[in-house]
């Protein structure tokens, strides 16, 4: 049976909820007509390429950012949570051994990282935040076929992921262009693994819970993004003089372009801002500046050409494109990108669930029964 949806939606019902307001929330407010975006009062393209990780998670989890002194009692507060226990440690070996995904094995690792811990929400918020760099570093390596790096506790957040994943102390450039990046994709309003999330924990539920449950939803290709075949296709036109040609060719066979367009947004994505210049700081001081060169390229040509072709339709940049390029040049293989977004992310899911706990009732949406009425059971004769 076809169902026309355009019928169920005068009826009431809204595919995809678009437009639908579940949750009041202090924590982000995306506006897709101005193309802002703003974290718990501050505009993202003020707040993320220049404060601390660890000052953003003070300010979602308790409304502020820290003064100093608690920046640094924070900061080491999230450092103590770092370790992971040896049952975690154990499990992702065995899911290496396997093959098993990346996101299958950090989905894994949450459900069980908050063994030996008691079950207090912050406390829980807090140890979810402080262990994802390890659960994908120690993973990652595992793996590859490398032992895991010992915890440093010395080094801020962003620093800590890459030394989990790589075992070098990476430069202040290097640390300062993951920083802005985690900061960047913190938060963005009620997205599909956030909403997830504020659904388990609204049936009082723990927050490991809820937040197992956001990884699964981000592990999905029409929420965890498409960063991946964005970079790939700038690998495949390979030179400036190509980008027409190619980017032609796709939209002749009416391919979607990775990395362009906004379910949300109707003009640029403001992460997008953040991240083309933090890609840019980064790749003039390290990187493959050729890649950088070409990347601009490619997206300049296939912004022209998408309003070339679809001039009723506002398709920008959006937070895809530069994230494939600024993880890339960090020397993240594109496995990694969603994951690398979950250990972002991750900030997001806690504080969220906390302020769910504190104001929230149980989310029981309704549904429309589109099904057959009036049918009746026959038992069939026994033999």
Known sequence: MTIDLRLLQHEGVIDGLEGIVAAATRLSRVDGEAGQLTLAGYAVDDLAPRAAFEEVAHLLLYGRLPDPAEHSAFAQQLAAHRALPAPVVELLRQAAGLDTPPMDALRMGAAIGSLGRAQDPLNDAIAAIASFPALVGVYWRLRCGEPPVPIRYDLPHAAHYLHQLSGVEPSPERARALETYLNTVCD??????????????????????????????????????????????????????????????RLDRGERLMGFGHRVYHVRDPRADVLAQAAERFYSTGGDRSLYDLARSVESTALRLLRERKPGRRLDTNVEFYTALLLHGLGLPAELFTPTFAVGRVLGWAAHCLEQLREGRLIRPQSTYIGPVDLHYHPAPRS
């Open 188 to 249: 963005h309003g009620l997205n599909a693994s956030t909403f997830a999330a504020r659904v388990i924990v609204s049936t009082h539920s723990d927050i490991i819970s809820a937040i197992t449950g956001a990884v699964g939803a981000l592990k999905g290709p029409l929420h965890g993004g498409a960063p991946g075949p964005a970079l790939d296709m700038v690998f495949e036109i390979g030179s400036a003089e190509r980008a027409e040609s190619v980017i032609r060719a």
